[in-house]
């Protein structure tokens, strides 16, 4: 690899953000999706597994009535709080449903490739690992491509699962916002209102062995 496309791909890392407020409202070009989902389903998998499958949802009647769910279930979580915690969180945009005009649901099949699958055995969360490879290959090219992802995860799984259709045995793993924006903020939502602060790599790396810190 050379030094610019090393830097490119570090570069992407470091761009990539959880998006909200920043969606324009356009729709994605198709060859553009195409690209995105292409990288997605290039992921590695568990056993070659390919576990995950992608909903594309951009119905006006859909996307109001996943947003109104997820706002019902922002609302509980914030009767939780008090405090600077409920001030900080009141301040924190959650999701861009409506706004970015394209929902990507993704979901895990544990038996797209069989009861016995190669490698599985002894982690069986094996398969949900590589559908969330398959998301963040997804962020990424989305990323290169000028789209801003945002992950929404305020719902309950049933939910999700009766509104797209999926059957019982495949899990909604991500409802993904996906579109362009107008820009990609420098500082992540959640630092910058000050939920929390990113910390350093110091912090979780450990030598040889977990030491409690």
């Known amino acids: 690899m050379s030094d610019d496309s090393a830097a490119a791909l570090y570069d992407v890392i470091n761009r990539r953000r959880d998006t909200r ?7 994605v070009a198709g060859d553009v999706l195409q690209r995105v989902l292409l990288a997605a389903h290039a992921a590695p998998s568990v056993g070659m597994s390919q576990p995950w499958d992608f909903i594309l949802v951009r119905s006006p009647q859909t996307l109001t009535t996943f947003r109104d769910h997820v706002a019902a279930e922002r609302e ?3 009767g939780e709080l ?12 959650i999701e861009g449903i409506c706004e970015s005009g394209l929902g990507i649901v993704v979901g895990y099949d544990p038996t797209r490739a069989g009861p016995q699958v190669l490698g599985r055995h002894a982690v069986p969360d094996a398969g949900l690992y590589s559908v969330v490879c398959a998301i963040q290959n997804l962020w990424l090219a989305a990323t290169v491509e000028g789209l801003g992802v945002g992950w929404v995860s305020f719902y309950r799984e049933e939910f999700l699962r009766s509104l797209v259709g999926m059957p019982d045995h495949v899990r909604p793993v991500a409802w993904l916002c996906v579109g362009p924006v107008a820009e990609l903020p420098d500082v992540p939502d959640l630092e910058r209102f000050g939920w929390r602060a990113r910390s350093s790599l110091e912090t979780v790396l450990h030598q040889e062995c977990y030491r409690a810190r």
């Open 21 to 27: 407020r920043e969606f324009t409202g356009e729709p």
């Open 82 to 93: 008090s405090g600077e915690r409920a001030e900080t969180f009141g301040r924190i945009k």
């Open 76 to 78: 509980t979580f914030a």
